[in-house]
């Protein structure tokens, strides 16, 4: 086979393997992130509990305890960690022996931290005490606050000295250094404990850390995007924040080439239409158009719905309906592109005939399997445009916590551009791949390829689909 018909087999392969990798969008501006150390001491035991709120809860929350409206201020902090420890503890379980041992709370304090696009961090460290007539059984602890809130939930256990600690289902010390710094290897699939179990018993030794296995370095919170898009959000002066748009392109471009089924579906679409190149462009405009309008709709709940309304909760829904949508476009497709396969075999048949006695034959130019539809335009667009970027949201966010909502806004539409930039450029190289084999390939593979490719975009609709319902 030629070389440039090898160009075809290209695509499939890229469309199969990219698009089952197609992951949901990162969600670590949306964390809730949750530590306890439970410290078993002579006739007590001491839970040191850490709550870290990302950006976009700790932005909800301000609502909540700015009550004045004139910013975050030390007797308002002060009054929300002794709520929000007393609401924790209230959420927590100790047994020891089966007998629940009620904790009280002994200290709590709340540090403000800097966040990415210049919003702000909560970070809530408190401690719950209980006392402890046994002198030996079985410690058992349970954290059952806020089940399904994304985010890191990690527990470890150690005893002081003249107390033996043995089988406990935790580690001694924490892997993430108390939500400081999150192990690397363990970012994309972060910790979800939220309980532990361990005998004790009167001892001269004290537990020795075990050794924590992490292969990687450690970095900012589980399943964050990055935060240089959203330092743009903080450029003064005309010139710098020309180029900060700039760099919002390019921002929104990358973010394209990233894994994720958008780049994919385009791809898929795109192979097998037989379209003219003003449909890529098209196509690839409407799911960048659908992605701002997703970015500015979830930033207008947010703010309007305050802290009644979490953000993340929505993404395993917008990904199960973003599934479905594809499933179905991939469903229309796969039966167009099949019939007009069956239509290329029967001419070929045909010509195979006709040339049978008139020398050399050749095959008839396949049938073009159809532009996309307005729908399917719209069906594509919805599908690979839906799950809106937290790293644009925190833009929007941040941009009108500043009052600068207007060049927030600029910087999304900005972010946008690239990305449709990209997705074009997907498109058209595909279809220019397409055409370069039709002349050059197979037939047969003229003729597989826009059908696989449409099987592809099925596969892809019922992963996404799979994976969003998991996730409710």
């Known amino acids: 086979m030629r070389r440039a018909g090898l160009l075809a087999l290209v695509v499939l392969p890229l469309v199969l393997v990219v698009g089952p990798a197609a992951l949901a969008h990162p969600l670590g501006n949306f964390t809730v992130n949750r530590y306890a150390e439970i410290v ?23 609502q909540r305890i700015d009550l004045d409206g004139d910013g975050l201020g030390e007797e308002e902090l002060r009054a929300w960690a002794v709520r929000t420890a007393a609401t924790i503890v209230r959420g927590t379980v100790l047994e020891i022996e089966g007998r629940r041992i ?30 402890t007539p046994d002198r030996s059984g079985v410690l058992r602890f349970e954290d059952r606050n806020d089940p399904n809130r994304l985010g890191w939930r990690e527990i470890s256990a150690r005893a002081t000295a003249e107390i033996e600690l043995a089988g406990s289902t935790v580690p001694v010390e924490s892997v993430s250094d108390r939500l400081r710094n999150y192990p690397d290897d363990l970012l994309s699939s972060p910790l979800a404990v939220t309980d532990m179990e361990a005998r004790f018993r009167p001892g001269d030794t ?48 990358w973010h394209a080439l990233l894994p994720g089924h958008g780049k994919t579906l385009m791809a898929a679409a795109m192979v097998g239409s ?69 239509a290329a075999r029967s001419r070929s048949g045909m010509s195979g005939r006709h040339t049978e006695h008139g020398g050399a034959g050749h095959a008839h130019d396949l049938p073009a399997e159809g532009l996309l539809s307005r729908r399917g335009i719209v069906a594509l667009a919805f599908a690979g445009g839906v799950l809106p970027s937290p790293s644009a949201l925190v833009v929007m966010l941040a941009a009108i916590q500043r009052g600068r909502t207007a060049y927030g806004v ?8 690239g990305l449709a930039a990209s997705l074009v450029a997907v498109g058209l190289g595909v279809m220019r791949a397409r055409r370069v084999a039709d002349r050059r390939a197979w ?22 689909a799979g994976t969003g319902a998991a996730s409710l």
């Open 40 to 62: 078993l001491a002579p006739e007590r035991v001491d839970v040191h509990y850490v709550l870290d709120l990302a950006e976009i809860p700790t932005f909800q929350e301000q």
């Open 102 to 131: 009620p904790l009280r709370v002994e200290a709590s304090t709340v540090t403000e931290l800097p966040g990415e696009g210049g919003l702000s961090t909560l970070r809530l460290e408190a401690t719950f005490r209980a006392p």
């Open 206 to 253: 004290r537990t020795v850390p075990e050794e924590l296995g992490s292969s990687g370095g450690g970095s900012g919170r589980p399943l964050m995007e990055g935060g240089r898009f959203a330092a743009l959000i903080g450029e003064e002066g005309l010139m710098l924040m020309l180029l900060g748009m700039l760099a919002a392109v390019a921002f929104g471009a």
């Open 274 to 342: 037989g379209a003219p190149a003003r449909q890529a462009i098209v196509a690839g405009v409407s799911v960048a158009s659908m992605h701002t309008v997703s970015v500015i709709a979830l930033g207008l709940l947010v703010i309007g719905l305050e802290h009644a309304f979490r953000p993340e909760a929505v993404y395993p829904w917008l990904r199960l309906v973003s599934g479905v949508v594809a499933l179905g476009l991939g469903l229309v497709l796969a039966r167009g592109r099949w019939r007009s396969w069956r």
């Open 410 to 417: 600029g910087l999304v539409l900005a972010f946008s551009v």
């Open 443 to 464: 037939v047969t593979v003229r003729r597989v390829v826009p059908v696989l490719s449409a099987a592809a975009i099925v596969v892809i609709g019922l992963y996404v």
